[in-house]
Antibody, heavy 121, light 110 residues
C-alpha cells in the first residue's frame, strides 16, 4: 500500500532553516510527482511546490521561490523540503502529498501524516 | 486571502443535501479541473472529488462535484454525522503557475 512517512516535529528559532523528509513506499517513487503543502494553525491549505522525483525538476510557488528547496534521494525513495529564513508565520503543519500521475497537474491522492514546524524564539 | 473563495461554514441535518461553493477566475477554475479534499479533525486531507466530478475508489456516491464557468460546487446528499469535516477546493492556476486552494468550509451536521 502507498505510504508517505514524514520526519518528526521541529522547533526552530526565527532566521533558522528546517528540512523535512518524506519517505515513500508501496509504489514506484520516480513515477509520481511529490508536492509540499502547509497548513498554519486554524488556517487553510497552502501549496509550496512540487518535485519530479525522476528528474529532480522542481516548481516552487512564487511566494516561496527564494526560500524553499525541494530535493530527493531516489536510492531511499525520500523527498526533502528545505525552508530557510524562518519566521513565526512559517509555524504550520507541513505535508507531503503524491500527485496521482506523471506530471504536476494531477490531484493529490496520498498524503503524509504531516510534520509540525514551530518557529519560536 | 485564498485565491479560491469558499463559504467559511455550512450546516445541515442528517439526511439533508448540502452544497459547498468554490469561486475562482478564468486562470484557475474556468480553465482547469477542480479537486475537492476533506479533512477530518486531526488527520491529513483526503482526496474526495477529482477532475470536477470524479470520485476516487471508496468515496460514496453521496458525494458529487460540478463546475460551471469560474465556479465549482461540492454536493453531499444523505448527510451523515461523520461528514462533519473541513472541505477544500483546489485548482491549478495558470497565472500563478501553481496550485491554489479555497480557504476551506467547515461543515457541521446539526
Amino acid at each position: 500500500q502507498v505510504q508517505l512517512v514524514q520526519s518528526g516535529a521541529e522547533v526552530k528559532k526565527p532566521g533558522a532553516s528546517v528540512k523535512v523528509s518524506c519517505k515513500a513506499s508501496g509504489y514506484t517513487f520516480t513515477g509520481y510527482y511529490l508536492h509540499w503543502v502547509r497548513q498554519a494553525p486554524g488556517q487553510g491549505l497552502e501549496w509550496l511546490g512540487w518535485i519530479n522525483p525522476y528528474s529532480g525538476g522542481t516548481n516552487y510557488a512564487q511566494k516561496f521561490h527564494d526560500r524553499v528547496t525541494m530535493t530527493r534521494d531516489t536510492s531511499s525513495s525520500t523527498a526533502y523540503m528545505d525552508l530557510t529564513r524562518l519566521t513565526s508565520d512559517d509555524t504550520a503543519m507541513y505535508y507531503c502529498a503524491r500527485g496521482a500521475g506523471s506530471t504536476g497537474w494531477y490531484p493529490f491522492d496520498y498524503w503524509g501524516q504531516g510534520t509540525l514546524v514551530t518557529v519560536s524564539s | 486571502q485564498s485565491v479560491l473563495t469558499q463559504p467559511p461554514s455550512a450546516s445541515g441535518t442528517p439526511g439533508q443535501r448540502v452544497t459547498i461553493s468554490c469561486s475562482g477566475s478564468s486562470s484557475n477554475i474556468e480553465s482547469n479541473n477542480v479537486n475537492w479534499y476533506r479533512q477530518l479533525p486531526g488527520p491529513a486531507p483526503k482526496l474526495l472529488i477529482y477532475s470536477n466530478n470524479h470520485r476516487p475508489s471508496g468515496v460514496p456516491d453521496r458525494f458529487s462535484g460540478s463546475k460551471s464557468g469560474t465556479s465549482a460546487s461540492l454536493a453531499i446528499s444523505g448527510l451523515q454525522s461523520e461528514d462533519e469535516a473541513d472541505y477544500y477546493c483546489a485548482a491549478w492556476d495558470d497565472s500563478l503557475d501553481g496550485w491554489v486552494f479555497g480557504g476551506g468550509t467547515k461543515l457541521t451536521v446539526l
